[in-house]
């Protein structure tokens, strides 16, 4: 279980609250953050004839809190985004896979069309990331689904989203290598794929 | 004075006020300072000999050099291995050896270095290889073994070393790559291997290693299964600098072979290759090996070189995994083969040694959908987030 997370800002300010966050730091505590479940490697899906501000909805990964705790998500966006690819709304759903029912990864729909049960907007995520060895037969998690376009005919491209998420009165934001290509080519000719973003460090 | 004083004070009371409070999240290990001195990510483990611990054995940490500048060493000519550390293992027979910043001829670009650790009681010595890379994260620089996922949570490898009658080294990897769900054939490398012990145990850096001229050209060496049908066809993708952990075959006085550990291939001669039409096979790579003969009388067969990427394939029969989306169109793609290793990855002629596709982004795999098809994970993750995923019909 891993992801990465940038820190944006505290929620509040003052010297009380720096002095508690710097006892925090010595102490070695940690806030709850948001996480990927499973394994984080480059991931992701190109769709083709895809025009203009044509809407095309897509499950993207599992969530999970890497402790106690929960986190709400405030927005979901693209990183780097080339041709004006844009997350136009995002919705959120308990683990859909060991219930073994039809599940529909990806559509030229809006996004309360792809599947049923996903909220809009998404609910505070609870679920705890699985402990190392426990991933096979872990069930939780809450998946994050996202609905897309482009502002123009081209190829539009990202490597990978940024979750902002508020979690214990701070704000964070997790990014995840996963990515959607939305090529205006039929899928005969596709349109060439950038190589998949190199992974940071440890954190 | 009085500023410092009353800021002490201020900070004193928040944490009294914290240590009150029940905060109620678990405490972080630190990773230590950052910069390429980090001491973080030592190596960890247990000497032994027929079960019994082994205080004061010799534990000795040697880099080896690049293997574009091995490339260049002629028959005889004597490699530059260059000691790290050396310590001793305790009351309790365990031992943790910490390694260093390495000058560049012994790392390769990607910051990964090919040790071998040597164990010794005084009679008799195990010798096993592995790979560390050196990674500055946000929080500072810490080694983990080449291979495993960058941003592990997780402990590192540790390593235990048995001197005895069935001598050998049980090797405990990190949890990630231990707890996959995976076909019969991919086997995990766990557990316990069994390696020939020299009889007279040298000190640490007395054996000195050669080159020879004994090269085995064009050995397979399995790194991927590609599952999927005729509605998605699976494309692989490799480019340069992918890094693969090849095993080491090792003999001791012309006795058997074994594998003694792994080093890290970065495979980066060739310009990559990308092959589409996959169907249900294993696909492999093509490496050299070289053999190395030191002066206390032991050879190892040692990766040198990339032959050719996605050189050939053989059959898989698919798995069927449930946890599973449904697609109509589009490519899917996913870097992979990352979490299994295959055990008897390359046949080295005098053994089968294990094969692994490092953790990194250069090897892709891509299934084209073409009808309705399902793509499914080999966990509850789903096909993004599993170690495997495979396609069929919907």
């Known amino acids: 279980v891993s992801g990465w997370r ?25 806030q709850p953050e948001l996480r990927v479940a499973g394994n984080v490697e480059p991931a992701g899906i190109e769709e083709f004839d895809v025009g203009a501000n044509e809407p095309w909805s897509f499950l993207t990964v599992l969530l999970c809190m890497n402790q106690e705790g929960s986190a709400r998500i405030e927005n979901v966006e693209f990183d780097e985004p080339t041709a004006g690819l844009r ?81 214990d009165g701070s704000q964070d934001v997790l990014w995840i290598p996963f990515g959607i290509a939305l090529c205006d080519q039929p899928q005969a000719t596709p349109c060439p794929l950038p190589p998949p973003p190199s992974l940071p460090g440890p954190d | 004075v009085r500023r410092v004083l009353a800021r002490l004070q201020a900070v004193l009371l928040a944490l009294t006020l914290l240590l009150v409070l029940d905060i109620g999240h678990p405490v972080l290990a630190l990773t230590g300072p950052s910069g390429n001195t980090s001491s973080a990510g030592a190596l960890t483990g247990l000497v032994a000999r027929d079960g019994v611990p082994v205080a004061g054995a010799s534990v000795s940490l040697v880099a080896w050099p690049t293997n574009p500048i091995l490339a260049t060493l002629p028959a005889g000519a004597a490699v530059a291995t260059l000691p790290v550390a050396t310590v001793n293992s305790d009351s309790t027979g365990r031992f943790s050896i910490q390694p260093t910043a390495v000058p560049a001829d012994y790392r390769d670009p990607e910051g990964t270095t090919n040790y071998e650790l040597s164990v010794a009681d005084g009679t008799r010595s195990v010798l096993w290889n592995l790979s560390l890379t050196f990674t500055n994260g946000a929080t500072g620089g810490r080694w983990t073994t080449a291979g495993e996922p960058s941003a592990s949570q997780g402990p590192g490898t540790s ?12 090797i405990d990897l990190p949890s990630a790559m231990t707890s996959q769900t995976a076909p019969a054939d991919d086997v995990v490398q766990t557990g316990f291997t069994a390696v020939p012990a020299q009889s007279v145990a040298p000190a640490c850096c007395v054996c000195v290693w050669a080159a020879t001229n004994n090269w085995y050209y064009n050995r397979p060496e399995k790194f991927m299964a590609a599952y999927a049908w005729s509605g998605a066809k699976v494309t692989v993708t ?8 090849l095993g080491i075959g090792y003999q001791v006085s012309g006795g058997n072979w074994s594998q003694s550990g792994t080093m890290n291939l970065d495979e980066s001669s060739g310009g990559g290759a990308e092959v589409a039409g996959f169907i249900n096979k294993y696909i492999y790579n093509a490496v050299n090996y070289r053999d190395w003969v030191n002066s206390c009388g032991a050879t190892q067969r040692r990766p040198a070189s990339t032959y050719a990427f996605i050189s050939s394939t053989t059959s898989a029969s698919h798995p069927t995994w449930s946890y599973c989306t449904t697609y109509t169109s589009g490519t899917f793609w996913k870097t992979s083969g990352t979490n299994v290793t295959y055990s008897a990855g390359v046949n080295i002629i005098v053994l089968s040694v294990s094969a692994q596709s490092g953790w990194n982004t250069s090897t892709k795999e891509a299934w084209v959908v073409t ?12 096909w993004v987030s599993s170690p495997q995923a495979e396609a069929h019909q919907a």
Not at chain 1, 91 to 101: F, K, M, R
Not at chain 1, 114 to 125: H, K, R, S, T
Not at chain 1, 143 to 160: E, H, N, R, T, W
Request: proline share 7%; charged share 10%.
């Open chain 1, 6 to 30: 940038v820190r944006t800002g505290l929620a509040a300010s003052g010297i009380a609250v720096l002095l508690a966050a710097a006892a925090l730091s010595a102490c070695g505590a940690s």
């Open chain 1, 87 to 167: 997350v136009d709304a995002f919705a959120t759903a308990p683990n859909p896979y060991p219930s073994g029912g039809p599940l529909n990864g990806a559509g030229p729909v809006l996004l309360p069309n792809l599947n049923p049960g996903y909220v809009l907007g998404g609910e505070p995520i609870t679920s705890v990331c699985p402990k190392p060895g426990e991933e096979a037969s872990w069930t939780g998690g809450t998946m994050l689904a996202i609905q897309v376009s482009k502002d123009s005919d081209g190829f539009a491209f990202s490597q990978a989203l940024n979750v902002t998420y508020e979690s």
């Open chain 2, 371 to 382: 009808s309705a098809t399902k793509l499914c994970g080999s966990t509850s993750q789903g």
């Open chain 2, 238 to 245: 490799q480019v340069n600098g992918t890094d693969h952990q």
């Open chain 2, 159 to 170: 390593l235990r070393f048995d001197l005895g009658v069935h001598s050998g080294v049980g």
